[in-house]
């Protein structure tokens, strides 16, 4: 009898011990499966974003280069979404902008499903008519979303003070940067390697706009915008703070409110240099 007890103590106490370690590693073996599961929502994520979204927002989401179906380079028309104003802090700058309340998840998943009034961007969800389920939305979102990694948020994007009027801009003399007469065909190129055109359309083709008002008359045009404003001061502040005015006619339609325009420009330009500016606006409105 006393060799059961002894027995039975004996198993107890292995039992308990055993259990005990379980429980122990418990939270290990979940972490190791919720990071498994992660990776293989994100990689089913990249997969659907190389499939479906690569033709407008390029190369690991840069909007800097972009192939159509038969691998023919052509202009992106998306926003770049491997960007600091989109995927780094609780709050990014494109939230912001947009006016969106709520978390950054929610707003990749809700732009996903539900697309952009307003631009190119279609709806990808089957609820709003899209070819994806809830799931492979979230999935592309999840891909997006691990953008934001420790090392790449913590490059905050370089600034520059950029004057409040145009002229001050023309004739500006500091440390770091000297103006100089603005060169016309590399605001050309500039035109096109910012991106420009995919919005705004050849200013040599009216009608070539596919988003954004056509810009080949905004040397007269922009005059007219705002009162007392010359046509470079309206595009200047256009370029660098989109919302501060909406043109009333795009290619779809009014202009929306806030802009579809990208935000980020007066830190794309600045991390280059503001000459670049300088260069378009000569380009656009002449010197």
Same mark, same amino acid.
């Given at each position: 009898?006393?060799?059961?007890?002894?027995?039975? !103590?004996? $198993?107890?106490? &292995?039992?308990?011990?055993?259990?005990?370690?379980?429980?122990?590693?418990?939270?290990? %073996?979940?972490?190791?499966?919720?990071?498994?599961?992660?990776?293989?929502?994100?990689?089913?994520?990249?997969?659907?974003?190389?499939?479906?979204?690569?033709?407008?927002h390029g190369v690991d989401g840069k909007a800097e280069e972009c192939y159509d179906a038969a691998g023919n380079s052509i202009t992106c028309q998306g926003l770049p979404l491997n960007s600091y104003f989109l995927v780094c802090g609780d709050a990014p700058a494109r939230l912001e902008q947009t006016r969106f309340e709520g978390t950054k998840q929610q707003f990749v998943e809700r732009t996903i499903a539900a697309g952009r009034s307003g631009t190119v961007?279609?709806?990808?969800?089957? %609820? #709003?008519?899209?070819?994806? %389920?809830?799931?492979?939305?979230?999935? =592309?979102?999840?891909?997006?979303?691990?953008?934001?990694?420790?090392?790449?948020?913590?490059?905050?994007?370089?600034?520059?003070?950029?004057?409040?009027?145009?002229?001050? &801009? &023309? =004739?500006?003399?500091?440390?770091?940067?000297?103006? !100089?007469?603005?060169?016309?065909?590399?605001?050309?190129? &500039?035109? $096109?390697?910012?991106?420009?055109?995919?919005?705004?359309?050849?200013?040599?083709?009216?009608?070539?706009? +596919?988003?954004?008002?056509?810009?080949?008359?905004?040397?007269?045009?922009?005059?007219?915008?705002?009162?007392? +404003?010359?046509?470079?001061?309206?595009? #200047?502040?256009?370029?660098?703070?989109?919302?501060?005015?909406?043109?009333?006619?795009?290619? +779809?339609?009014?202009?929306?409110?806030?802009?579809?325009?990208?935000?980020? #420009?007066?830190?794309?330009?600045?991390?280059?240099?503001?000459?670049?500016?300088?260069?378009?606006?000569?380009?656009? =409105?002449?010197?």
């Open positions: 009898m006393q060799v059961k007890v002894v027995i039975g !103590t004996i $198993a107890f106490m &292995l039992t308990m011990i055993i259990l005990g370690y379980a429980a122990l590693r418990e939270p290990e %073996r979940l972490g190791h499966f919720t990071a498994a599961r992660e990776g293989r929502t994100i990689e089913t994520g990249a997969k659907l974003y190389t499939d479906n979204c690569a033709t407008c961007m279609p709806a990808w969800s089957g %609820r #709003y008519g899209g070819p994806m %389920r809830d799931d492979q939305v979230q999935n =592309v979102a999840a891909f997006v979303l691990n953008f934001a990694n420790e090392e790449f948020c913590a490059q905050e994007p370089i600034t520059f003070d950029w004057p409040e009027s145009v002229d001050d &801009l &023309l =004739v500006l003399e500091t440390d770091d940067f000297v103006a !100089t007469p603005g060169d016309a065909e590399n605001g050309a190129a &500039l035109y $096109a390697s910012y991106g420009c055109n995919a919005c705004h359309g050849n200013v040599d083709e009216a009608g070539s706009n +596919q988003i954004g008002p056509w810009l080949g008359e905004i040397a007269e045009v922009g005059a007219t915008r705002v009162e007392g +404003q010359t046509a470079a001061q309206y595009v #200047y502040e256009s370029v660098l703070y989109p919302n501060n005015h909406i043109a009333p006619d795009c290619a +779809q339609g009014p202009c929306t409110n806030p802009s579809a325009m990208r935000a980020d #420009y007066a830190f794309a330009i600045a991390g280059n240099t503001p000459q670049d500016l300088i260069d378009l606006l000569a380009y656009l =409105v002449g010197q």
